[in-house]
């Protein structure tokens, strides 16, 4: 899955602070989307009303406290301060999937205008991941009991249990629908989901609450679940990245020219990285892929569809496959490749890749990741002649159904 993080080139402290300092984050109180991280209608989630409840009764028998389980107006309103303070501890560090552009999002990203001082930087979800830090520098700096302490950047690792970390795509919802469901047991989950005001952005990103791990919903007696404000002045935090290695490539805005691309190309080499001029070079610099058909630089487009599957429909995705397969000229991009992921617990989305020939394409087999449900399918000759293969759990996922999940795939 190709992502790409949009920058401004204005001044070299853009660049700079990806390439030396690491993958700066928002804090989410602090992104247009005024309900970023905020559940909008707590009265829609009654399991989540539910599971506290039942949860509050066992404590009171534990502490034996004689008090009522909260009111529908106390469990609301406390429900709101909640995820008030929690959304205050998470920060966000946002990208956006595939190589397909609008002029939109380049100018809301890159601050410009003019669509000429901006650049993405691109890599895959896979170099992404390989390149967060996994284990904490220092194991045992845990976080004392009873009080609430940050992590420091150091220490911000997938596998420390001091931390929030959470990497995925983000949904897409018609929030005035009633099946429109937002996780509210899980705060950094509920920045996952978001109005489809925002659908436009495509998003993926890493999400991380540094000051609690939030396995499990703190509450008090009455089953009204608790968070405490970190008080945070500073509205950003830093993740430790290897952003040097995981960028494959500088994309740079529709507008830019050679200027640009020279001040570009300066910093970059400023930072100790090698680019086009390299035999070998560390990163490649090209110009925007909006408009592009087969060139030296672009040997391969692609795109993702099913984010904004808002009634999650199995016929929204067919129809997102069959427009990717008949979007572009197959006399310019002959291999086309649909790929369907599926997490259960969240959705399905497919992707669409086109390249100019089988020398430049992926194998299907590396498409996805192991806890994924993958389907794949490389189509030829104007889609004609097509291969398939799934993963084991996409065979296991079948063969639980009773049928294929892509009409497509009745050959392996």
């Known amino acids: ?137 220092d194991p045992d700096d845990n976080n004392p009991a009873g009080g609430l302490t940050e992590t420091p950047e150091w220490d911000l690792a997938i596998e420390n249990p001091n931390c929030d970390i959470k990497v995925g795509a983000c949904r897409y919802q018609q929030r005035w629908k009633d099946e429109s469901l937002q996780p509210a047991g899980w705060p950094a989950t509920v920045s996952f989901f978001k109005g489809e005001d925002f ?13 609690s791990p939030n396995i499990q919903v703190d509450f008090d007696a009455k089953g009204i679940p608790q968070a405490e404000d970190p008080n945070a002045s500073q509205i950003w935090r830093k993740f430790i990245a290897a952003t040097k290695w995981m960028a494959n490539r500088i994309i740079m805005a529709p507008n830019s ?49 099913g984010q904004d599957n808002y009634d999650g429909s199995d016929q929204y995705l ?13 006399q310019e991009w002959p291999i086309v490749d649909i790929v369907l992921l599926l997490r259960e617990e969240a959705g399905a989305l497919v992707e669409g890749y086109w390249y100019q020939d089988e020398k430049s394409a992926f194998q299907l087999s590396e498409y996805g990741h192991e806890f994924q449900n993958v389907w794949a399918a490389r189509f030829k000759n104007e889609g004609d002649d097509y291969e398939t293969w799934r993963n084991e759990n996409a065979r296991e996922y079948d063969k639980e159904q009773g049928t294929r999940t892509l009409s497509f795939t009745d050959i392996d």
């Open 1 to 137: 899955m190709i992502i790409r993080r949009y920058r401004s080139i204005e001044k070299q402290r853009d660049l700079y602070t990806f390439f030396e300092e690491g993958l700066f984050s928002k804090q989410l109180t602090e992104f247009n989307d005024d309900n970023e991280g905020v559940v909008e209608n707590f009265q829609r989630e009654s399991t989540f009303r539910g599971a506290l409840a039942a949860a509050s009764y066992r404590k009171r028998q534990r502490l034996d406290e004689d008090v009522d389980t909260a009111s529908d107006e106390e469990f609301v309103e406390g429900a709101k301060e909640y995820h008030k303070n929690a959304r205050k501890q998470h920060f966000a560090n946002c990208w956006r999937m595939g190589t397909d552009e609008d002029n939109d999002i380049w100018e809301r990203y890159t601050r410009s205008p003019n669509l000429a001082e901006g650049c993405a930087i691109e890599t895959t979800v896979g170099e992404f991941l390989s390149g967060l830090l996994w284990e904490p520098i």
């Open 199 to 211: 659908d436009i952005e495509k998003e993926f990103r890493l999400v991380f609450n540094p000051f």
């Open 257 to 305: 020219g050679a200027k640009q691309r020279e001040k570009v190309e300066k910093w970059v080499e400023d930072f100790g990285i090698e680019t086009g001029d390299d035999p070998d070079p560390d990163l490649e610099i090209v110009e925007s892929s909006s408009c592009v058909s087969q060139t030296s630089t672009h040997e391969y487009l692609a795109e993702i569809g």
């Open 318 to 330: 067919s129809e997102v496959a069959d427009e990717f397969l008949a979007k572009r000229d197959w």
